[in-house]
């Protein structure tokens, strides 16, 4: 298991209130995501992570210790709904005020958490995760039709 | 008006999309690229780079200036993009308002990189590019090296010390 940052920042490069950020998965999928962010925001250090089974440490400590330490709201991302790490989640988080938990989790999602500046509520974060969907991606006719005019920029 | 000017290989991308449209604040992209206004493929691929809600513009360079120089988006918070640095002068020498230039990714991926002139983890240049760039630097505009926000800005002149 491989703990990071346990000493967080609470306040983003425009001294905003960050919503506090912990991602937990099976393996190294934490620490990478981890990785791939702070490659495309420079903000890596903002995200707390959980790489679970890569030893025989009991990471459960490290859930408690998030959710006791962090500034409300804040977020827990899990890999995989249902898995372990998910279930040690919620039963850590449940009924504990401010602290959501996010299941299959993707870097759209961790990433419109960690750059948003509005404050967090249940509507609010379920708006980020209707954004932030995997999809299939295909050409329609509206993807090749030819440049929109100057016009409707400018409206 | 041009809130930033950013040169970059890869023109829209992960860093851009998200993350400095936010920090920027800027309703429009526009991408000033030869290329791209007339490839439909690049385009598209421009298209699914741009976040929801943002509006994007592909425009050859002398196009996009024009678009630049439009009194309609005098009051409009603009993200401008080259992905090369003789754009980026044509632009800033024929457009008024631009609030700066970051010429963030250059030539880490040109197949002769090996060849260029390293001034940052992010600019490896040619000659002629250097060239241009040492003209771009001595304009009236802020010009700097900012991949992303929570870097801090290294204006391009103290990176050019000595080249």
Redesign the interface.
């Given at each position: 298991m491989i703990i990071a940052n346990k000493e967080m920042k609470h306040k983003d490069?425009k001294g905003e209130n960050m919503t506090e950020i912990l991602v937990a998965s099976h393996g190294h999928f934490a620490s990478g995501l981890k990785n791939s962010i702070e490659i495309?925001?420079?903000?890596g250090d903002k995200i707390q992570t959980i790489d679970a089974y890569v030893d025989q440490s009991d990471y459960t400590k490290q859930i408690i210790r998030f959710i006791e330490n962090a500034q409300h709201p804040a977020v827990i991302f899990t890999d995989l709904k249902g898995g372990s790490v998910n279930q040690k989640v919620v039963l850590e988080a449940v009924n504990k005020k401010n602290i959501f938990v996010v299941t299959q989790t993707n870097l759209a999602i961790v990433?419109?958490v960690l750059?948003d500046n509005e404050k967090l509520t249940r509507d609010h974060i379920q708006d980020l995760i209707n954004?932030s969907q995997v999809e299939l991606?295909q050409?329609d006719d509206s993807?090749?039709e030819?440049?929109?005019s100057?016009g409707?920029?400018?409206e | 008006m041009i809130a930033q000017l950013r040169v970059d290989d890869r023109l829209i991308h992960?860093?851009v999309a998200?993350?400095w449209t936010?920090e920027l604040n800027t309703p429009?992209i526009?991408v000033a690229n030869d290329n791209a206004?007339n490839n439909?493929m690049v385009?598209?691929t421009l298209?699914?780079a741009t976040p929801?809600g943002k509006?994007?513009?592909?425009?050859t360079v002398d196009d996009a200036i024009k678009?630049f120089n439009?009194p309609?988006?005098s009051d409009?918070r603009i993200f401008a993009l080259t992905n090369n640095i003789e754009d980026a002068l044509k632009i800033a020498k024929n457009v008024k308002e631009i609030d700066g230039i970051n010429v963030a990714n250059v030539g880490r991926f040109a197949n002769d990189a090996n060849k260029g002139v390293q001034l940052s983890s992010t600019l490896m240049l040619s000659e002629q590019e250097l060239t241009s760039l040492k003209e771009l630097a001595e304009l009236d505009i802020p010009v700097f090296n900012q991949?992303?926000?929570?870097?801090v800005k290294t204006p391009i002149k103290s990176l050019l010390k000595g080249k």
């Amino acid at each position: 298991m491989i703990i990071a940052n346990k000493e967080m920042k609470h306040k983003d490069i425009k001294g905003e209130n960050m919503t506090e950020i912990l991602v937990a998965s099976h393996g190294h999928f934490a620490s990478g995501l981890k990785n791939s962010i702070e490659i495309l925001t420079g903000m890596g250090d903002k995200i707390q992570t959980i790489d679970a089974y890569v030893d025989q440490s009991d990471y459960t400590k490290q859930i408690i210790r998030f959710i006791e330490n962090a500034q409300h709201p804040a977020v827990i991302f899990t890999d995989l709904k249902g898995g372990s790490v998910n279930q040690k989640v919620v039963l850590e988080a449940v009924n504990k005020k401010n602290i959501f938990v996010v299941t299959q989790t993707n870097l759209a999602i961790v990433m419109a958490v960690l750059l948003d500046n509005e404050k967090l509520t249940r509507d609010h974060i379920q708006d980020l995760i209707n954004q932030s969907q995997v999809e299939l991606c295909q050409i329609d006719d509206s993807q090749t039709e030819s440049n929109d005019s100057d016009g409707d920029f400018f409206e | 008006m041009i809130a930033q000017l950013r040169v970059d290989d890869r023109l829209i991308h992960g860093q851009v999309a998200l993350v400095w449209t936010k920090e920027l604040n800027t309703p429009g992209i526009v991408v000033a690229n030869d290329n791209a206004a007339n490839n439909t493929m690049v385009q598209m691929t421009l298209k699914m780079a741009t976040p929801t809600g943002k509006k994007l513009l592909i425009r050859t360079v002398d196009d996009a200036i024009k678009v630049f120089n439009n009194p309609k988006g005098s009051d409009m918070r603009i993200f401008a993009l080259t992905n090369n640095i003789e754009d980026a002068l044509k632009i800033a020498k024929n457009v008024k308002e631009i609030d700066g230039i970051n010429v963030a990714n250059v030539g880490r991926f040109a197949n002769d990189a090996n060849k260029g002139v390293q001034l940052s983890s992010t600019l490896m240049l040619s000659e002629q590019e250097l060239t241009s760039l040492k003209e771009l630097a001595e304009l009236d505009i802020p010009v700097f090296n900012q991949v992303v926000p929570s870097n801090v800005k290294t204006p391009i002149k103290s990176l050019l010390k000595g080249k």
